[in-house]
């Protein structure tokens, strides 16, 4: 006789359901797609780089997922109708993506974290009606080949502040973003919406 998983493990259960997770296909990207695919869901990966969605597939394959993927550059909005048809049907839509810029790095950072609040709330608001929930995660530093591409000297001191802002002593992994991500595209967070999920430390932010 087959003993159902406890409802504190199933309620993280994504069997059934589809996600889709953008580029880029490295880092915590890659991170958030194979966790989804561990927990249950057929996750398509759209990315302009076929090298990296055929490494992305690997990962996931390699830990018992499904992956689909699809070469699209989500940059090109008029492409974006085409990617999610391409799911067929879509539960759980993951805009994962990173940015790089020449000005200073936490700047840089602060400024395109906070630019994901009203545009979380507002759907939330208009859609809640209809059952669809919307929240973001917004991490704190993440130790990725992406933050690895400034400076070496600018890099280390940028990891060290970020370091001493946060009581846990050290910098993100892009684990601790998947593990972010996992939580609202579950049941347990059947009750949350139009929230900013902060993987950060406890380190302080402006907005």
């Given at each position: 006789?087959?003993?159902?998983?406890?409802?504190?493990l199933?309620?993280?259960?994504?069997?059934?359901?589809?996600?889709?997770?953008?580029?880029?296909?490295?880092?915590?990207?890659?991170?958030?797609?194979?966790?989804?695919?561990?927990?249950?869901?057929?996750?398509?990966?759209?990315?302009?780089?076929?090298?990296?969605?055929?490494?992305?597939?690997?990962?996931?394959?390699?830990?018992?997922?499904?992956?689909?993927?699809?070469?699209?550059?989500?940059?090109?909005?008029s492409?974006?109708?085409?990617?999610?048809?391409?799911?067929?049907?879509?539960?759980?839509p993951?805009?994962?993506?990173?940015?790089?810029h020449s000005g200073?790095?936490?700047?840089?950072?602060?400024?395109?974290?906070?630019?994901?609040?009203?545009?979380?709330?507002?759907?939330?608001?208009?859609?809640?009606?209809?059952?669809?929930?919307?929240?973001?995660?917004a991490?704190?530093?993440?130790?990725?080949?992406?933050?690895?591409?400034?400076?070496?000297?600018?890099?280390?001191?940028?990891?060290?502040v970020?370091?001493?802002?946060?009581?846990?002593?050290?910098?993100?992994?892009?684990?601790?973003?998947?593990?972010?991500?996992?939580?609202?595209?579950?049941?347990?967070?059947?009750?949350?919406?139009?929230?900013?999920?902060?993987?950060?430390g406890?380190?302080?932010?402006?907005?």
């Amino acid at each position: 006789m087959l003993v159902p998983p406890p409802k504190a493990l199933s309620a993280y259960d994504l069997s059934g359901r589809t996600a889709l997770a953008p580029e880029p296909p490295a880092a915590s990207g890659r991170a958030c797609a194979v966790l989804l695919a561990e927990a249950g869901a057929t996750v398509h990966r759209d990315d302009r780089d076929a090298d990296g969605l055929d490494g992305t597939a690997t990962l996931i394959e390699n830990h018992g997922g499904t992956a689909r993927l699809h070469v699209v550059d989500v940059t090109d909005r008029s492409r974006l109708p085409e990617a999610a048809r391409s799911c067929g049907r879509l539960d759980v839509p993951a805009a994962i993506a990173g940015i790089t810029h020449s000005g200073p790095v936490l700047e840089t950072r602060d400024a395109a974290k906070a630019a994901v609040v009203q545009p979380t709330r507002t759907p939330a608001t208009a859609l809640g009606p209809h059952g669809v929930r919307v929240n973001a995660v917004a991490p704190g530093w993440i130790r990725t080949p992406m933050t690895a591409r400034h400076d070496r000297a600018a890099q280390a001191h940028t990891e060290a502040v970020m370091t001493r802002m946060t009581p846990l002593g050290r910098g993100g992994e892009p684990d601790d973003v998947a593990h972010a991500v996992r939580y609202p595209a579950s049941d347990v967070s059947g009750f949350t919406t139009g929230r900013i999920l902060r993987p950060n430390g406890d380190a302080a932010t402006p907005w």
